[in-house]
């Protein structure tokens, strides 16, 4: 019996789906799953992971564990690794597993494969699909020697369903000791509300969209569609939005389900941060911008007549069924 | 305040990647120091001459690597050191590499730690949080903005778009975001004294570590390039015509709306 331990995320007061991609990539490689759920005031979460693949849930609160430190959390994971035994770790390829899955893999000596796109084979006989250079390769691993650890990228592996799993749902207490970083205040930025990395749609734009205000009819085709806005280096550099908007080779790397490029021409080091999204549309000006060559549906056409358009157009079609 | 950078020889993001023989083809490629870690090496600087002290650049690389560490040198770092491996290990991954800088950074007296957040080759962002680890000092990654009072840090990072306010202390390991500074160019005079800066290179022997407890603990099997992209439709017709047919076949053809 392998046994999978796999840290659970909570944000903004609900769970990530990324949590339950994880669980589900854990069930492939591991017989037995065991979800782990760190905050304050998470508790309610645990029956979600519960029924969507996890045998268990293991909940540990504690005030100082609403916001996330390595020390904390790295406290709490690795006591319940102790407890638990696992051959398998899996964490969600976010901002906090991207922190903590390092620290967890250094403690065990041992490897952690980043950004897991795919599995193919189970169990032992598991072998890893990873983007290297943004996604222009791919890169298969196996661990060699030692537990193995592994990151997934969020909109890749399809989660469970609710009932898949009748899971057990346990508090448990973890002594925390000294916390060397201490999170004073956190600024939530705008984006709409959906996230980056996560979200089944994003509307990006680049420096076709002119100026910050250019951003407003990106921002509403986005919330038409629930999805996120992003854009392109040449966007950030010009000052039109935040650098954590910026999508490429040095940015974010995502792959959502509907990739709408607007006034983005497709440098290279852009391609790399999205030509994996399941579906491109590009929208530009100009025929010969290379982002037509990564598109699925092209529209030549000025972005600020396209959009508009497009975002009534949804709105009709999303109204109507 | 002794400053360590660690930092990491990559192929330039303007090049398309081929494969020789399931390898990267790396034959007449442009080499650059990677991005973030350029944003490492600046900020390195402006600490150092805000507060006095060293940077010190460290690299595991081959003798290839001497051009970045010689590019970082002349920005205006002070020092630079090279492990080079290969001779002993024949493909390090993440495991081996941290041990191998936390070997030598152990060695060292060390107040802060500056790396990239992740480097544009590999993708993984993995060594830093590890040397810190091994290290037994705090970490934060992905920061915005540095600022030093004594032995007390304050950090901005950006988790995700969200911006967190980090309060820790020194010796402390951080890992640059886009956005914490401005990289400087080398300057004519920078260049031509960066080639007297001590560039010192390393072996395993010298750290002391025993190849045999540095193995990597993954292995690629295989790398392959990405199935090439059927040719995508561009819409005709009047600009009415065109979203709408566009809407539609994301709905009914796609089915990503």
Do not use: W
């Not at chain 1, 000791?177 to 089944?200: C, H, M, N, P």
């Not at chain 1, 995502?254 to 006034?263: K, S």
């Not at chain 2, 920005?75 to 030598?104: C, N």
């Not at chain 2, 934060?140 to 901005?156: H, N, Y």
């Amino acid at each position: 019996m392998t046994k999978a331990l796999v840290l659970a995320e909570s944000r903004d007061g609900s769970l990530r789906n990324v949590s339950f991609e994880a669980i589900a990539a854990a069930r492939r490689v591991a017989d037995e799953v065991i979800a782990v759920l760190i905050g304050h005031n998470v508790a309610k979460d645990a029956d979600a992971l519960a029924s969507r693949g996890a045998d268990q849930v293991l909940v540990v609160e504690d005030e100082r564990l609403l916001h996330y430190t390595p020390d904390g959390y790295g406290q709490v994971f690795l006591e319940l690794m102790n407890r638990t035994s696992p051959d398998v770790l899996v964490f969600g390829h976010t901002s906090l597993g991207k922190d903590l899955s390092p620290k967890i893999a250094a403690k065990l000596q041992a490897g952690l494969i980043s950004d897991v796109t795919a599995i193919e084979g189970e169990g032992a006989e598991a072998t890893f699909i990873r983007p290297i250079y943004s996604g222009k390769a791919f890169e298969k691993v196996k661990v060699s020697e030692g537990k193995t650890l592994f990151t997934v990228r969020p909109n890749n592996i399809d989660p469970l369903e609710a009932g898949s799993s009748q899971g057990t749902v346990e508090s448990v207490t973890v002594e925390l000791k000294d916390l060397r970083t201490i999170v004073a205040d956190i600024v939530r930025k705008a984006t709409g509300g959906v996230d980056l990395s996560e979200a089944k749609v994003i509307v990006a734009g680049g420096r076709g969209v002119k100026s910050s205000d250019g951003f407003a009819p990106l921002q509403e085709l986005a919330d038409v569609l629930g999805g996120a806005v992003g854009a392109s280096r040449g966007a950030c550099d010009a000052d039109y939005c935040d650098y954590a908007l910026q999508i490429g080779q040095t940015g974010k790397v995502v792959t959502p389900d509907l990739y709408i490029a607007c006034g983005i021409s497709g440098a290279i080091q852009h391609l790399a941060g999205m030509s994996n999204a399941k579906v491109i549309v590009a929208i530009n000006k100009d025929p010969e911008a290379n982002i037509f060559s990564v598109a699925d549906y092209g529209i030549v056409g000025d972005l600020f007549d396209v959009v508009p358009l497009l975002t009534a157009e949804f709105k009709k079609m999303l109204v109507h069924g | 305040m002794e400053i360590y950078v660690l930092l990491k020889r990559t192929f330039d993001t303007e090049e398309a990647i081929q494969l020789e023989n399931g390898q990267i083809d790396e034959d007449g490629a442009e080499f650059i120091i990677n991005p973030y870690d350029e944003y490492a090496v600046e900020e390195a600087i402006r600490v150092r001459d805000a507060q006095g002290g060293t940077v010190t650049v460290v690299t595991v690389g081959p003798e290839d690597a001497d051009k970045e560490l010689r590019t970082a040198l002349a920005m205006g770092a002070d020092q630079a050191v090279r492990i080079s491996i290969e001779d002993d290990i024949e493909e390090a991954d993440h495991f081996t590499i941290s041990e191998v800088l936390a070997g030598y950074l152990k060695e060292q007296t060390v107040d802060l730690i500056i790396a990239g957040n992740v480097a544009v080759d590999g993708g993984s962002g993995q060594v830093a949080p590890r040397v810190a680890e091994l290290l037994d000092i705090p970490y934060v990654t992905t920061i915005t903005k540095l600022e030093l009072d004594g032995t007390k840090a304050v950090v901005t990072r950006d988790a995700e778009g969200d911006t967190e306010t980090i309060k820790t202390t020194l010796p402390l390991l951080v890992t640059a975001q886009q956005g914490l500074n401005e990289p400087r160019y080398p300057s004519l005079p920078g260049i031509m004294k960066a080639k007297k800066k001590p560039l010192e290179e390393l072996e395993l022997d010298d750290l002391e570590l025993d190849e045999d407890e540095l193995a990597p603990r993954l292995e690629t099997i295989e790398r392959f390039l990405p199935p090439n992209k059927a040719a995508g439709k561009i819409l005709e017709g009047e600009l009415n015509e065109q979203v709408a047919q566009l809407a539609s076949l994301l709905r009914n053809e796609a089915k990503v709306v």
